[in-house]
Structures are given as structure tokens and as C-alpha cells.
């Protein structure tokens, strides 16, 4: 419950403006087409994108013509559950191992917050007692090593890593290796930011997948895509791509501390159907988030309860 | 493969196609206008441009095609297209505006924008192109947030061969950026690059932070860093840092990415100002000069239109062009045809360049090269084959490819791979040939 609540806060200035701006346009009786227009530009202006937009006000529309909709909270009811049902269709809990280690392979774009959020979901497990260990298979990037070691040694991680410039398959399989040997709980591997544009390094993190899932049965266990919450349509091609190269479970959705409203995970879960599990919400160890689809849904259209 | 569609899809084929609908009833009205932009206005979103700019845009191409020829033309789609075209470019700045490096050395300029967004790459990219333009660059990290941010730039600036400064992160970022310029001062250097930690418009301390920096150096360039794949949001973010800081142009980030990058548009309209470069990939060398005009065919989802126009016009030999247009509206396409067009497009340069040109075709996706060593290989496989294998070659199993094989003196890789072309190119031409096309696809 608390959890739930520090979620819908942080979520809060986000849907606020949402919420302004629908009782803004909502005027009781009818769903007329001058409120469809209006909620068509919020639903656009939130990054939710003109197809998913489109579909999401059809259905309001022929959800109108089946029953009148009196009041702005039934209105706000009935916004609210389509978008979780969006979402609940493809809900799946973050997958966890029985076997130790557990591996998440964190994947995206340049500068999208992966190794912000490796360090993020690290001190999330340590938390609990648990003993992680990061790889750091971004060999590419000037200091990307020097990075994560510093966001290691805060939150009091392990870290297995090379040479700058080295094979980050060969990182991948010693982090492998040592997190069996030293019995870890949760093995985090940071790879270098890669548009999905690239076939060579799309390959690249292929065989990074590959030389975990071969080491450690079972493992990757997740492989999250880190979008950038800022993101425009874009991301739906981001996640259609990497997933097609790697198997996406989820996506981690960061940067929703600025102005963004994120509503490109929307859209990526309606056609691409792949889950958010992780809400990045500011540069600190403490600002994640577990993906609540009830809660994301309440944040975009509730009145904040 | 829906990438590859949607590349087709784009603005132009639609805007025909309503037009063809409409014409149907005669002449246009201003109302048959108002239904063609609604195709602009979808299309401009997707590619997203703000809403509201593309409200105010939309607006703006509607009253140039009101008093236009549109209505009467035979061509409106190109008509329409045309002023889309040109007012896109004419509010992305023109024409390609160069940084104001005048004035007494050193020149400062400050980078600043939200995380991640790439400016200490930038910084980095910025300072070789000046350097190779024979100055002399001192590169300054203010970031002391973001872990390592400083030993990044410091190794790329090793690797552009400037010079770097920066300070114990525990030193207020705006005294590292003035020690940073006294520095270059005293090192008689040109140009000083000074990179900021990322930081969201809304936070207020962050945003106040960035305000002491630019007053501590008063920078000649004051340049917003953005990634061409943000959304909507793009419009808030440009606007608050200009307000904040007085940016003085834009360096665009991530262009090799497949995103239509409307955010260009929604940042140059809101601010005013121009774009000054574009970054497109990993090394430090993919860094140019912005050119409008291409960046407005890259929203309008039409890659570089005009070029290939041209270059098909200037390529193809008009009367036999005629007759495949002809053959493809009848979905015909033979490997016969196949071979003849390859010498056609031989002519034009690589076909994978051609089909490069259209963004989110995307360069990741092309197979369609051909080595000018296969060309002998496809006319020996080619003309081993049965007149009806060449005219259906979907028939071409195992035993028939081993034949085919044998006789051209090739494997049967070679021919897999050949009749993978084959199917790849009949697709796009199907697809680029549906009847009223408006002239860019067509092949007269
Ligand atoms: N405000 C905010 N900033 C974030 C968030 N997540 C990451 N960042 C910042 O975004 C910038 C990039 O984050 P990184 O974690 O380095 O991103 P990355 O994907 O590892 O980047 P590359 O490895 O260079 O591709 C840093 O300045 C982070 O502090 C977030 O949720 N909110
Ligand atoms: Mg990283």
C-alpha cells in the first residue's frame, strides 16, 4: 500500500495536467466530438501516438453510444480501465530465479538511463540483503566502466569488468562465471547504448545474450529495454527492433521526473504488447519504481487518489 | 518487414490518394483541401512535430494552397507536397547556418540540454570539426554529477587531440566553467567547449544552476542539445532553456537513428532558432553541417525525394521506363525484367544508396546491394534458367536451383541469394508502382 502510494505521487505532476485538462474539456451528459477532439490532443500531446490515440478514442465513442456517461468520474472510470486493460493483458511480475543468480540484461538506446538503472535496480535488491554483481559489457563508451564502477561501490555491488575496448561477450561470460562462483543473487549486465539501426551491434548484443544463456541455465531471466520517457514515436520502432534481435521481456521507462508523460510505453504495449516493469523517476540510487499498471493507469486519468 | 512498408506509406502516396479520390467529384474545394491536410497533419505527427505546431503549420500550408493553384492543378498531391516542402524548410532556418565564431578568441560555447540527450559526445565531435577547421579547442566538463561524466570527456577530448579542463567535483560547476575560460585564455587556445550536466526544464535548481554558468562565461554560442527522437515534450524543454539561458542554435543528436525527428521542427519554430549540426553516429567524425532541406524531406517521411527524382530522370531510359511502369501496374516483374532494370540502376549508382535516401527504410534494413563482381554471376544464373523459371521463379525448388547451379558454374547459395534480391526488389517496386503514384516513384 505504501508502495503503491510513493508510485502514484511520483506520478502525480505527471497526471495532474492530464487530469486538469480532461475536466477542462468535460462537460457532463454526452461524449461529444468536440470532447473527443480535445482528449485526442491530450492523448497526442502525452507521446501516446495517432494510432494508439485514434483506437483509444473510438472505443470511448462507441462506449458512449452503448450508455450515457453522466459524470466526470465515470468518465475518468472508464479512461482509467482501458488503459489498464492495456497493460493487464500483457501484465507479467519481474521474473526472479529459483536457482541463483537471477540475470537482467539491460539494453537500449544512447543515454536512455541503463547504467543509471542497473545501479537503480542493484540497490533495490541489495536492500533486501541480497548480494548483486554487475557486468560491465559497455566496453564502447569513453568511462562507461569508470561509471558504473562509482554507481558499484555507492550502492555496494560487485563489479566484474575488462579493458576499455575489450569483447563485451568475454565481459558477459566471466560476470557469468563469477556470479555462479561467488553464489550472487542477482547478476546486472550494462551493455553499450546501440541505436536499433545498427545491424553489427545488434548482433553484438545477440551473442552477449547468448554467452549468458549458455553459462547460466534459464538466464537471461529478463532483458529490459530502457526507453528514455521523453521518447516520441521512435520508441516503437526502438522496441520492435530490439526486440526482434534480443527476447524483450519488459521495458524500463525512465526521465519521468521531467515533463514527459511517457505515453509511448502506451502505444508499445498496444501493438508491440510488451510490459513495462521498471518507472525511473530521477537521477538518485531511489528513484525506481516497480511498474504497477493499476497505478499507471490511475496516474494518467484519476484524480489522484 | 511492417518498417519496410510503412517506409512506402508515406505522405505523399496518401496525399494521392485522396486526391485521386476527390477528383473524382470534379473540382476541388476548399474543403477537398482541408481533407488532404488532414494526411500533412497525421503525417507530421507521426513524425512528432508538436501538436500545436503542427496546428499553426497545417494553418499556414492551408492558406498557401488556397491561394495557389492547388485547386485547378492537375497534380495537386505535388502541388501540396511542394508547399509542404517549402515551408518546413523555410521554418527549420532556410539554409545551413554556421556557428559566430567571430570576435576576439577565445570563443566560448556552452552546451547544455536534458540527460542523456549526448552532449558530452557533442562537445567532443564539436571540437574535432573545429579543429580540423585549424583551431585550437579547449574542452571544459561542468558535469560533476554524473559519475565519470568528466573522465568521459576527458578521454574524448584525448581522442580528438584537444585540449581538456575541468576540476574536483566538489567545485561549483559555474567556477569550473570561468577557470575553464581563463584557461584557454592563457593557453591562447580559440575556441573553449564548455559541456553541462544533463538537466530536466523543471528542475528549478538545476535550471538556476545552468542560468550562474552562462553568466559566469558568457558564451558567444549557447547551444541546446537535443535528441532527434524526443517527442512531444521537445516544444517545453527548447523553450525553457532558451528562457533560461538564451540559446543561440540547436545541435541536433542520434540522426542515424530511423526517427523522422519532427522534434527539429517543433524546437526551430518555438525558439527561432537555427539547427546547427547534426550528429549521426558512434565516431567522432559523424558530425555535419545541417541542411534543412534535407531534414524536411526526412519528416515528410520522403528521404531525400528531390535527389532521387532526379537521379531516376537523369538514369532511366524514358521509353523503356514506360513500358515497366506499364508492366508493374499489371504486378509483372520477371527476372528478365530484373536483369534489365539492374543495368538500369547500375547507371544510377547502388541501389541500396537509392533506397537509403528514404528514411525509415532505414539503413539498417537494405539487402539490395549488388557487387559489381555478381553482375556477371546473376546473367550466367539467369540465363541458365528456363524461360518459365525466369518468368515465375517462385517454382525454383531444390533440384531446379542445383541445375541452375550446375550450369551457370555457381553454388546454390548464389542463387538463394540472387532470388532473395529478386523478391525483395519485385516487392518495392509493386509497392512503389500502385497506380497514381505522383511523379516521385515514377519511373518516366
Ligand atoms: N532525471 C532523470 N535522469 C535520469 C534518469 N535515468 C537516467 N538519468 C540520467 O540520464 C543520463 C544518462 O544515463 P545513463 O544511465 O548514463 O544512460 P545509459 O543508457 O547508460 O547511457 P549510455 O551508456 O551512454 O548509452 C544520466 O545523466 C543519468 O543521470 C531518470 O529517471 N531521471
Ligand atoms: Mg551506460
Redesign the interface.
Known amino acids: 500500500m505504501s508502495f503503491f502510494r510513493k508510485f502514484t505521487e511520483g506520478l502525480a505532476?505527471t497526471s495532474k495536467n492530464l487530469r486538469d485538462k480532461i475536466q477542462e474539456i468535460f462537460r457532463p451528459g454526452a461524449v461529444t466530438e468536440e470532447f473527443l477532439e480535445d482528449l485526442e490532443?491530450i492523448l497526442?500531446?502525452?507521446?501516446v501516438?495517432?494510432r494508439a490515440t485514434q483506437e483509444i478514442c473510438e472505443s470511448l465513442r462507441l462506449e458512449s453510444k452503448k450508455r450515457a456517461i453522466r459524470s466526470e468520474d465515470e468518465l475518468y472510470e472508464i479512461l482509467t480501465a482501458k488503459v489498464k486493460e492495456i497493460f493487464d493483458a500483457i501484465y507479467q511480475p519481474l521474473k526472479v530465479s529459483e536457482v541463483n543468480p537471477t540475470v537482467y540484461i539491460l539494453v537500449g538506446?544512447?543515454?536512455?538511463?541503463k547504467t543509471t538503472t542497473i545501479a537503480k535496480i542493484a540497490k533495490l535488491w541489495i536492500d533486501q540483503g541480497k548480494k548483486v554483481i554487475v557486468a560491465a559489457a559497455d566496453t564502447?563508451?569513453?568511462?562507461?566502466e569508470?561509471?558504473l564502477?562509482?554507481?558499484a561501490e555507492?550502492v555496494g555491488a560487485e563489479i566484474v569488468s575488462h579493458q576499455h575496448g575489450a569483447d563485451p561477450g568475454a565481459v558477459a561470460f566471466d560476470a557469468a562465471r563469477a556470479a555462479l562462483a561467488r553464489k550472487a543473487d542477482l547478476l546486472l549486465v550494462d551493455t553499450a547504448g546501440r541505436?536499433?539501426?545498427?545491424?553489427n551491434l545488434?548482433e553484438e548484443l545477440k551473442k552477449i545474450v547468448r554467452v549468458v544463456a549458455r553459462e547460466i541455465p534459464g538466464a537471461p531471466h529478463e532483458v529490459l529495454l530502457v526507453i528514455?520517457g521523453?521518447?516520441?514515436?521512435?520508441?516503437l520502432?526502438?522496441a520492435?527492433?530490439f526486440a526482434e534481435s534480443v527476447d524483450v521481456t519488459g521495458i524500463c521507462l525512465t526521465?519521468l521526473?521531467?515533463?514527459?508523460k511517457g505515453?509511448?510505453a502506451l502505444a508499445i504495449a498496444k501493438e508491440l504488447r510488451i510490459p513495462v516493469k521498471f518507472v525511473g523517476m530521477g537521477?538518485g540510487v531511489d528513484d525506481l519504481k516497480v511498474f504497477d499498471p493499476e497505478a499507471f493507469a490511475r496516474g494518467l486519468f484519476s484524480k489522484g487518489s | 518487414m511492417k518498417s519496410r512498408k510503412m517506409a512506402f506509406e508515406n505522405l505523399a502516396e496518401k496525399l494521392a490518394q485522396t486526391f485521386k479520390r476527390l477528383r473524382g467529384k470534379g473540382k476541388l474545394s476548399e474543403k477537398d483541401v482541408d481533407e488532404a491536410l488532414r494526411e500533412v497533419r497525421l503525417s507530421l505527427l507521426e513524425a512528432d512535430v508538436n501538436f500545436k505546431v503542427v496546428k499553426e503549420f497545417v494553418a499556414a500550408v492551408k492558406e498557401r494552397c488556397l491561394d495557389s493553384e492547388v485547386l485547378e492543378s492537375l497534380t495537386p498531391a505535388q502541388q501540396v507536397i511542394k508547399i509542404v516542402n517549402q515551408e518546413l524548410i523555410s521554418l527549420l532556418g532556410g539554409k545551413a547556418r554556421p556557428l559566430d565564431l567571430s570576435g576576439n578568441p577565445p570563443v566560448v560555447i556552452a552546451l547544455f540540454g536534458l540527460q542523456g540527450s549526448g552532449k558530452t559526445t557533442a562537445a567532443g565531435k564539436l571540437a574535432l570539426h573545429l579543429k580540423k577547421n585549424g583551431r585550437k579547442v579547449l574542452c571544459v566538463s561542468c558535469d560533476v554529477y554524473r559519475p565519470a561524466a568528466q573522465k568521459q570527456l576527458e578521454l574524448i577530448a584525448e581522442r580528438a587531440q584537444v585540449g581538456f579542463f575541468t576540476m574536483d567535483p566538489n567545485t561549483p560547476p559555474e567556477v569550473i566553467a570561468k577557470k575553464g575560460v581563463e584557461k584557454a585564455i592563457s593557453a591562447a587556445q580559440d575556441v573553449v567547449i564548455v559541456d553541462t550536466a544533463g538537466r530536466m526544464q523543471v528542475d528549478a535548481d538545476m535550471m538556476e544552476e545552468a542560468r550562474r554558468i552562462k553568466e559566469a562565461i558568457d558564451p558567444r554560442e549557447s547551444i541546446l542539445v537535443a535528441d532527434a527522437m524526443t517527442g512531444q515534450e521537445a516544444c517545453k524543454v527548447a523553450l525553457a532553456f532558451d528562457e533560461v539561458v538564451g540559446i543561440t542554435g540547436i545541435i541536433l543528436t542520434k540522426v542515424d537513428s530511423d526517427a523522422r525527428g519532427g522534434a527539429a521542427l517543433s524546437i526551430a519554430k518555438v525558439t527561432g532558432k537555427p539547427i546547427k549540426f547534426v550528429s549521426t553516429g558512434e565516431k567522432l567524425e559523424d558530425f555535419q553541417v545541417f541542411h534543412p532541406d534535407r531534414m524536411a524531406s526526412r519528416i515528410l517521411g520522403m528521404g531525400d525525394v528531390l535527389t532521387l527524382i532526379e537521379k531516376a530522370e537523369a538514369a532511366f531510359d524514358q521509353k523503356k521506363a514506360a513500358e515497366m511502369e506499364k508492366k508493374l501496374r499489371r504486378k509483372e516483374f520477371t527476372l528478365e525484367d530484373f536483369l534489365d532494370q539492374m543495368k538500369e540502376v547500375k547507371k544510377m549508382g547502388s541501389f541500396g544508396d537509392l533506397l537509403r535516401m528514404i528514411p525509415g527504410f532505414g539503413r539498417a534494413h537494405v539487402d539490395v546491394d549488388i557487387d559489381p563482381k555478381e553482375w556477371v554471376k546473376i546473367e550466367a544464373i539467369i540465363n541458365s534458367m528456363t524461360p518459365l523459371e525466369r518468368r515465375k521463379p517462385e517454382i525454383i525448388d531444390g533440384s531446379r536451383k542445383r541445375r541452375i547451379a550446375r550450369g551457370s558454374g555457381t553454388q546454390v547459395q548464389d542463387i538463394n541469394r540472387l532470388l532473395k534480391q529478386f523478391f525483395q526488389a519485385r516487392k518495392m517496386l509493386f509497392q512503389m508502382s500502385s497506380p497514381e503514384k505522383t511523379g516521385r516513384f515514377r519511373l518516366t
Open positions: 505532476k490532443a497526442l500531446q502525452a507521446d501516438g495517432v538506446v544512447n543515454g536512455s538511463g564502447f563508451r569513453a568511462a562507461a569508470d561509471q564502477a562509482i554507481w555507492r541505436l536499433h539501426t545498427k545491424k545488434m528514455d521523453t521518447t516520441g514515436q521512435n520508441g520502432s526502438q520492435r527492433v526521465k521526473d521531467g515533463s514527459s505515453g509511448i537521477e
